[in-house]
């Protein structure tokens, strides 16, 4: 019971961390078709920005100061880079996030060294907050949720109560109607994008210093964002929501159930030895192939039901 | 003889690359360069990755990020093939080590094909991300036949040659690599104009069309990435000849992500423009990381500036210039590309610098390294050498402005006239 209660909260802070990340990068994929592959390298500006800033001004200058930079290139990347190769189709688009993605990475090892920098929480949520069975439930972490639960909020207001919202729900599920009607499209993907970008920097802030801040966090975080974002479906915030909540939860719970294929068969009385056939893939057990399970997940999900959990439409 | 007066120029290519190594040959101690001909090995290795994957990515428009995986199962299958044969197994010649990677890349195209197929466009490049990801985890996982972070180690010395030769230096291999590399090329070029390969192209341009004919898409992209899958397995069956051994990083993410720059910035739309961005790729990294740790970046800066500005590639770069050839006025062009040329180098250099100096101000003073020009120390921290270097990006970057519009007007003049010309007869 106590592991359950633990990994279900350190799950809930993971997958609400997912969110924050995925929420802007679905709302630009199922906007513009983008899949941007330089969105977790935002999250780790943020982060980066955010530890440089608060070496001189301090963690909470850093909340705000971080994403709203990270929103600028955001829209810089979308004003000078995607609307240029757009005419080139979605490959193209796909691929210039790709390759700023390997040159965002490059200038961070460049300009922050390749080794973690020493980003920490701040000292005011540095204790405990509560106690679960014995086990200390930090104080920061349930800042993470908060925030990450105040941007839920603010994002599903913003898109259902205001105007703005209004225009940028009809361009996500018919673009060339909401630019016939006379809105402005490219500026609202421009908006979409550096909010986008924002979001991702925000999460790169609050959760550069729960993980490492280093130049490999982009590598990592990145895929299995795609992954939520796919699962979750085009179009549906919702769907993104459940999705990053369920991979959070996956990967906390596989590390704590140290079972195997073997041991299931076991119960049903089929005892697998060394010569059985396959025994090296039934002998593995869960804990190590948790990082792989969100991948299984997205390659049958994409096979079997490309919209995803709750898409409106196709990937 | 009507085949040999066509196909001249493969037979041209073939003498040029065979002589290319003498080059490199010291002649005072006879014998080859080993690093000129590993580095030429391994262009001709990558050469054939990035062709097939070119077969997607070119002939039939399917975005892969996953490649690698068929490279390195093939070259997992090669390996274990030559421990077979060296154990006394089976017996195989060793010329024809690189055709059981094939095999092997064959067989695992044809069954994660069935599964990768079902998709096309962002879809399909989701489930290769995915794929590539699930087998470069797995490959660390299961020791049984991926050997784990060790790898499969191979001794390629066998004595079941066919020719009697035993591949021990590196000319040999080289010999071996450069005579699959060829075979590989012509069958992937023959395979262009087979039915399979016109197909091919007619569900990238039109899928629904392609329906309409009677074909059905799916087959197609699922042969064409089974036989795309051959291919790349023959170049990871050379891989594993060349190196002895062969670890997880051939099936890793960072393998794909070169096929797709090497067919990105020499071009997907021209047969032999992977071939050129391979030569680019693996120069710049086994070159350029030598002397500098920012290798990666200027290689993504290069497959952005391809992608903004010429989604063609270099080889589509190079055949614009083919009706200015036919009507011989290239030669007017000269002297605007001259003209160009000064800011084109400021630009660059004061780049270089720029990024040099911050790698070195980070990465190479955590290093311990200095950096230094000619002999000349140039100490980082002083603002001279910054300034330099953003005064010559800055000049550079506005005089190219100029420059290409004036090289823009010249251009599309003469190739009016060519157009004219063409029409005109």
Same mark, same amino acid.
């Given at each position: ?48 920005? =955010? ?34 190769? #757009?005419? #080139? ?80 729900? =009809? ?6 109607? =909401?630019?016939?009607?006379? #809105? ?13 970008? =924002? ?117 | ?425």
């Amino acid at each position: 019971m106590e592991v359950f209660v633990v990994s279900l909260l350190n799950g809930l802070v993971y997958g609400m961390l997912l969110f924050m990340l995925a929420s802007g990068l679905t709302l630009i994929f199922s906007m513009m078709g983008v899949l941007n592959f330089a969105h977790a390298s935002v999250y780790m500006l943020g982060a980066y920005f =955010a530890y440089t800033i608060s070496l001189y001004v301090g963690f909470w200058p850093a909340l705000i100061l971080a994403p709203l930079l990270c929103g600028l290139i955001g829209a810089a990347i979308e004003m000078w880079g995607l609307r240029r190769v #757009h005419r #080139h189709g979605h490959v193209a688009e796909l691929l210039l996030t790709f390759g700023l993605a390997l040159i965002i990475e490059k200038v961070v090892q460049m300009t922050w060294g390749l080794l973690p920098v020493p980003y920490r929480i701040p000292e005011l949520l540095d204790f405990p907050l509560f106690r679960v069975y014995g086990t200390q439930f930090p104080a920061y972490r349930a800042f993470m949720l908060l925030i990450s639960a105040l941007m839920f909020g603010a994002i599903w207001l913003g898109l259902r109560r205001t105007r703005v919202g209004l225009v940028i729900q =009809a361009a996500l599920t018919h673009p060339e109607m =909401a630019s016939a009607l006379g #809105h402005n499209v490219p500026r609202i993907f421009t908006l979409v994008f550096a909010a986008g970008t =924002a979001l991702a920097g925000l999460a790169g802030v609050i959760g550069g210093n729960y993980q490492v801040t280093e130049p490999a966090m982009a590598f990592t975080m990145g895929p299995i964002v795609f992954v939520v974002v796919v699962f979750g479906g085009l179009g549906s915030l919702t769907g993104c929501f459940i999705a990053s909540i369920f991979m959070g939860l996956i990967q906390t719970f596989a590390v704590v159930f140290d079972v195997s294929l073997a041991d299931l068969l076991a119960q049903f009385g089929i005892a697998v030895t060394a010569s059985t056939p396959f025994a090296e893939v039934l002998n593995v057990t869960l804990p190590r192939i948790g990082a792989l399970l969100p991948f299984l997940l997205m390659v049958l999900i994409l096979v079997f039901r490309p919209r995803g959990l709750m898409g409106t439409r196709d990937t | 003889m009507t085949l040999l007066r066509r196909n001249w120029p493969w037979l041209v290519a073939l003498a040029v690359l065979l002589a290319f190594p003498f080059l490199f040959y010291d002649w005072t101690r006879g014998r080859h360069s080993g690093f000129a001909l590993t580095l030429m090995s391994e262009i001709g290795v990558m050469a054939i990755f990035a062709l097939s994957y070119n077969m997607l990515l070119g002939q039939a428009g399917l975005l892969s990020f996953g490649h690698a995986v068929l490279f390195g199962l093939g070259a997992y299958c090669a390996a274990h093939t030559v421990n077979l044969v060296k154990a006394g197994t089976i017996w195989l010649p060793t010329e024809l080590v690189p055709l059981a990677g094939g095999l092997g890349g064959l067989f695992f195209g044809f069954v994660l094909g069935w599964l990768v197929t079902k998709q096309r466009a962002t879809a399909f490049a989701m489930i290769t991300l995915g794929l590539g990801e699930l087998v470069s985890a797995a490959a660390l996982m299961f020791m049984g036949f991926f050997g784990g972070e060790g790898g499969i180690t191979i001794d390629r010395v066998m004595d079941t040659s066919l020719l009697g030769v035993r591949y021990t230096s590196p000319w040999q291999v080289y010999c071996l690599v450069l005579g699959w590399a060829f075979v590989a090329a012509v069958l992937m070029r023959l395979q262009m104009q087979t039915p399979l390969g016109r197909m091919a192209n007619a569900t990238r341009d039109n899928f629904e069309r392609a329906q309409f004919v009677g074909y059905d898409p799916r087959r197609v992209r699922w042969m064409q990435f089974t036989l795309a899958g051959f291919f790349a397995g023959v170049g990871g069956g050379l891989y594993v000849m060349i190196y002895e051994i062969v670890t997880f990083d051939t099936v890793s993410a960072v393998k794909s992500a070169n096929a797709l720059l090497a067919v990105y910035i020499g071009g997907a739309g021209a047969f032999f423009g992977p071939v050129l961005g391979t030569i680019v790729v693996v120069l710049l990294q086994s070159g350029v990381s030598l002397l500098s740790n920012a290798w990666l970046l200027y290689v993504g800066v290069l497959f952005i500036v391809m992608v903004m500005y010429a989604p063609v590639g270099l080889a589509g770069l190079i055949g614009m210039h083919a009706p200015l050839w036919r009507t011989g006025r290239l030669r007017e062009l000269l002297l605007p590309y001259l003209r160009a040329l000064p800011p084109a180098l400021m630009l660059f250099l004061g780049f270089v610098l720029l990024v040099e100096l911050t790698s070195f101000t980070t990465i190479g003073a955590a290093q311990g390294k200095r950096f230094a020009i000619g002999g000349q120390t140039i100490d980082t921290t002083s603002p001279l050498p910054w300034a330099i270097a953003v005064a010559a990006l800055g000049v550079g970057a506005f005089w190219l402005r100029r420059e290409a519009h004036a090289f823009r007007l010249r251009w599309d003049a003469l190739m009016e006239d060519a157009k004219r010309q063409a029409g005109a007869p």
